[in-house]
């Protein structure tokens, strides 16, 4: 009978972790708005993405890697599009700060010890979703009250105005990345349960 131990050697868990961000920068690529979402008709997985890089325990450079890329896209995209006004703003790098806030909170959600019961793993579950919520709103938030101050392009609409504007946004902002993260929490907690000890997941043993 095979050793269940021997399939996640740590070079075997380091070769499935670059893979997952592989397959996480090819879907960044594939949904990100402006670019190919528009022909595939899929929602945008940027908010998702920070936020499963956050719950894979992912280093401040892997944030800054996946920055880098989705910096690349958009200049790419309005390169192509010959249009750089609506994209590239002075608010644009407040975009990112919505993009550490997911990170962060995926970073400090499910943080699952050894063997723990099922009910704790449902409440942790449940309050990663709370915390992806939680986020995308400040993420939304961030994004479009810099839009408005730093853009330069309201200075003639009044701050409520744009505010009922932008409202519309708001549900389909934060509930776009759920689906994503729903099939990301699924997989991870199989993984947990398959074989908790593999560094691909973030566990702590008990007493510590």
């Not at 945008?44 to 401040?60: D, E, Q």
Request: charged letters at 10%; one cysteine or more.
């Amino acid at each position: 009978m095979t050793d269940r131990s021997s399939l996640f050697t740590p070079i075997k868990v380091q070769q499935f972790s670059l893979l997952i961000y592989a397959l996480l920068a090819l879907l960044m690529i594939a949904t990100r708005p402006y670019h190919f979402a528009s022909a595939l008709h899929l929602p945008s997985a940027s908010t998702a993405i920070f936020f499963i890089l956050g719950l894979l325990a992912s280093k401040h450079r892997t944030f800054a890697v996946f920055v880098v890329l989705s910096v690349s896209i958009d200049l790419t995209s309005s390169y192509y599009r010959g249009d750089f006004g609506d994209c590239i703003t002075r608010s644009y790098p407040f975009l990112f700060v919505g993009y550490y806030v997911l990170w962060w909170a995926g970073h400090k959600s499910l943080q699952l010890k050894l063997d723990e019961t099922k009910c704790v793993v449902a409440a942790k579950t449940v309050m990663a979703l709370v915390n992806l919520w939680l986020a995308s709103s400040i993420a939304f938030l961030t994004s479009n009250a810099s839009y408005y101050w730093l853009s330069g392009k309201f200075s003639d609409m009044s701050l409520s105005t744009y505010s009922e504007r932008v409202a519309q946004y708001y549900a389909p902002y934060v509930t776009s990345p759920f689906g994503y993260v729903a099939i990301a929490l699924a997989l991870y907690l199989a993984c947990y349960y398959l074989k908790p000890h593999t560094s691909i997941l973030k566990t702590t043993h008990h007493g510590r």
